[in-house]
Structure formats: C-alpha cells, structure tokens
C-alpha cells in the first residue's frame, strides 16, 4: 500500500533531471535522451493518476505517448544523421548556423 | 514490501538518469538509460499497469533505445565530446533545475496527501485496456497509425542518400 503521492514527486523529480540533462549535456544524441527522460516523467505522473483517479484512461493515454515518442525518436535520429553527415560533428554549439 | 520495493525501483531510477547525465561516453547513456526505464517499468507495475509495463520494457527499452545504439554506432566520435568550456551555463541550468523543482513541488503539494494509496481494485487489465483503445479511443487509435507512417517515411526520406546522377 504505497501512497500515489510518492510516485508523484518521483515523477517530478525524474522531470527536473531531464531537463538538468538537456541543458547540461552538449551532444544531441543525450540531449535527444535527456528528452525521452521528461516523456517517461510525464508517462509515470498519468500513471500514478490513472492509479488515484481509479480509472483505465490515464494508461491509454500513456500507450499513445509511448507510440509517439517512437516516431518521435524514428525523425529525430534521421535528423541528427543528416547533421552528422553534413557537419561531421554532432555537438550543439557546432550547429550555430542561425548565430551568423 | 510494496514500498520497500519502490524505494528501490526509485533509486535505481534516479541513479540511472543521475549516470546518463554524469557519463561521459555515448553509449553508456544509452545503457543507463534501458536501465532506469527498466526500472521505470516495473515502478509501472507497481502502480497496476501490468500491461503498460510490458510495453515500457518492449518499446522504451528495447526498440528505441536499441534506434539510439544504432546512431551511436553510425555516428562513431572516437576521440568523444569534449567537456564544455563555459561553466555559467552549468550553474545557470542548476539554478534553473532548483527553480522548477520548487515551483513543481509547490503546484502539487497540497495534492500530494489526497492522492490516496496503490491497492484496492484492479483498473488495468490489458482487456480493459483494449476495450477502451477501440471503443472510447478509436479515432486517437487510428491517428496514431497514420502518424507512425508518416514518420517511417519521414525518416526513410530524410537519411536516404541522393543517387548520383
């Protein structure tokens, strides 16, 4: 009998952590994980809801986040080997085209 | 046993994101992260998701992350990233990260006690989950089709090298 809440604040802690990853790691393939860290946050946080709520949809909803996130993860990939391919490098501060 | 359980689950967790962020090497992130989302889904066991828990573990930990060792593989950095030379965005992020944790932390608190507790009925058994997938969310169901086959050809398209002519 564990109180919905404890997963709750772990849920925000895992987002927090995400974002500290996004921020502090300067290749886009972590940062691109550092992503998919703050979406399992979001999925535990429905899921601990669904769980207080006492109804099934909250799941679904994190069913369809998952499927998301895998296309989400299939074009970005695609995108950071286009990068590659063109800068031969995949560090952020290297992708400064707009800076001028 | 329940909670002894998810402390655990918990640490590990946060112990693998906390690796991710520390590591160096590219695809040590990428084990660390199966990892916490290894954990991650038995913490969605706990909650009586078994089937979203199989799904997590299938999909998170196995076919993206395996997309994820495959572009490490490609990409191939042997002489790594080097670290970043300006501190500030450092302590900027952690300032940041403070910020947001306190600001979440303050939205939820007076939430977190009502929540009430794991137990009691059962809510997802993978039939209950499937019935609502094609009654309830049917059109959500089919949308999501459409866009992963948007994406496989958005990504086909886009790595594909041009035939030289």
């Given at each position: 009998m564990i109180p919905v809440g404890y997963f709750f604040s772990l849920s925000i802690v895992l987002f927090v952590l995400g974002i500290i990853g996004f921020f502090v790691k300067r290749d886009l393939i972590t940062m691109f994980m550092a992503v998919e860290v703050m979406l399992n946050a979001a999925n535990l946080a429905f899921i601990a809801l669904a769980k207080a709520a006492g109804s099934p949809a909250g799941q679904v909803i994190v069913f369809f986040v998952i499927t998301v996130a895998a296309a989400e993860a299939a074009v970005g990939l695609a995108i950071i080997l286009l990068v590659f391919r063109q800068k031969k490098s995949i560090k952020a501060e290297d992708m400064r085209l707009m800076k001028g | 046993?329940?909670?002894?359980?998810?402390?655990?689950?918990?640490?590990?967790?946060?112990?693998?994101?906390?690796?991710?962020?520390?590591?160096?090497?590219?695809?040590?992130?990428?084990?660390?992260?199966?990892?916490?989302f290894a954990c991650l889904g038995g913490l969605f066991g706990l909650l009586d998701a078994p089937f979203i828990a199989a799904v997590q573990i299938i999909i998170y930990a196995g076919a993206i992350m395996v997309l994820f060792i495959f572009v490490i593989m490609m990409v191939?950095?042997?002489?790594?990233?080097?670290?970043?030379?300006?501190?500030?965005?450092?302590?900027?992020?952690?300032v940041?990260?403070?910020f947001l944790l306190v600001e979440l932390g303050l939205a939820v608190r007076g939430m977190l006690g009502s929540l009430g507790r794991t137990g009691g009925p059962s809510i997802g058994s993978p039939t209950e989950l499937g019935r609502l997938l094609f009654t309830d969310y049917l059109y959500p169901f089919e949308i999501t089709s459409v866009l992963i086959i948007a994406a496989l050809v958005g990504a086909i398209v886009l790595v594909k090298k041009k035939e030289k002519e």
């Open positions: - | 046993m329940g909670i002894f359980l998810f402390f655990l689950l918990a640490i590990l967790c946060v112990g693998g994101v906390l690796g991710m962020i520390l590591s160096k090497n590219q695809a040590h992130n990428a084990l660390f992260l199966v990892f916490a191939n950095l042997e002489q790594g990233i080097s670290p970043e030379k300006k501190k500030w965005t450092l302590g900027l992020s952690a940041l990260a403070v």
